[in-house]
T-cell receptor, first 113, second 114 residues
């Protein structure tokens, strides 16, 4: 079982719609959760972090965390063509005495004008 | 303020050669982590350094080594390069080794092994 799982996509949504990206993780002891955006040929950029159950909103982005279900999601409202990128879910957890951040394989999002 | 600086940006090496990749973290950040990202995959953890000590190592062969200097910059070394080492190598800077607040990545080094 992969430590962090994401659907690779591509997820296609029309401009102005809500894009919903999902992620599950295997380590119940995980403590912090992140979403990174990666444009083609570029390095990942942190867009959201969430540490407790519930929702966290930042502009058009909402991160949702459910530790009981080991599930993290990212909602992008009013999707724009500039949101087209790969979205990486990352989870921080203990790994033999140190904290390690593990990434999923990413979900490719395509926003259609 | 300068962000995370990685050098070189691109590199082409021949199988069997050695390569050194360099990273300077954000000023004030004491931790550097290295990741390998193969095309179409998520970043894979290689090393984590904090306060000049190795904190963790991912599932990579001993051909991979790294170190962190007193100014918190870091080097990643790969010996006896294989074609499969071709990837984007990412340096992640964070205040603490835990990565609690998330990482800031450098622009990466694109390594091609031929």
């Amino acid at each position: 079982q992969k430590e962090v799982e994401q659907n690779s996509g591509p997820l296609s949504v029309p401009e102005g719609a809500i894009a919903s990206l999902n992620c599950t993780y295997s380590d119940r002891g995980s403590q912090s959760f992140f979403w990174y955006r990666q444009y083609s040929g570029k390095s990942p950029e942190l867009i959201m972090s969430i540490y407790s159950n519930g929702d966290k909103e930042d502009g058009r982005f909402t991160a949702q965390l459910n530790k009981a279900s080991q599930y993290v999601s990212l909602l992008i409202r009013d999707s724009q063509p500039s949101d087209s990128a790969t979205y990486l879910c990352a989870v921080n957890g203990d790994s033999g005495g140190y904290q390690k951040v593990t990434f999923g394989t990413g979900t490719k999002l395509q926003v259609i004008p | 303020d300068a962000g995370v600086t990685q050098s070189p940006t691109h590199l082409i090496k021949t199988r069997g050669q050695h390569v050194t990749l360099r990273c300077s973290p954000i000023s004030g950040h004491k931790s550097v982590s290295w990741y390998q990202q193969v095309l179409g995959q998520g970043p894979q953890f290689i090393f984590q350094y904090y306060e000049k000590e190795e904190r963790g190592r991912g599932n990579f062969p001993d051909r991979f080594s790294a170190r962190q200097f007193p100014n918190y910059s870091s080097e990643l070394n790969v010996n006896a390069l294989l074609l499969g080492d071709s990837a984007l190598y990412l340096c992640a800077s964070s205040l603490q080794g835990s990565g609690w607040g998330g990482y800031t990545f450098g622009s990466g080094t694109r390594l091609t092994v031929v």
